[in-house]
């Protein structure tokens, strides 16, 4: 059984910077994709980034150049820098693991509000 545990969000100011984590138990990270999905209230659930075992990168536009993900192996985490943030940015925040085609296993999510 795959557990992910989200840590990391909170409530901060325009323009501020969080770092979310992500530690998987039950198994390691590898060599599943690791992604971050967000989820706001009304809206519908997007894709942030996504990070390979072998650390390639995938960004939705919204968020290039302002968040980085990256992944430590051996400790089977996950990371989430998020910089220069905005209030479209508040979501609830989520990782998840890729398998074939799918992310079956996923968090509960950590919420991340921003503030003007």
């Known amino acids: 059984q795959v557990q992910l545990l989200e840590s990391g969000g909170g409530l901060v100011q325009v323009g501020g910077s969080l770092r979310l984590s992500c530690a998987a138990s039950g198994r390691t990270l590898g060599p599943a994709t690791m992604a971050w999905f967000r989820q706001a209230p009304g809206k519908e659930r997007e894709i942030v980034a996504t990070?390979?075992?072998?650390?390639?990168?995938s960004y939705a536009d919204s968020v290039k150049g302002r968040f980085t993900i990256s992944r430590d192996n051996a400790k089977s985490t996950g990371y989430l820098q998020m910089n220069s943030l905005t209030p479209e940015d508040t979501a609830n925040y989520y990782c998840a693991l890729k398998v074939g085609n799918t992310y079956p296993y996923r968090g509960q999510g950590t919420q991340v509000t921003v503030s003007s």
């Open positions: 990070i390979t075992w072998s650390g390639g990168t």
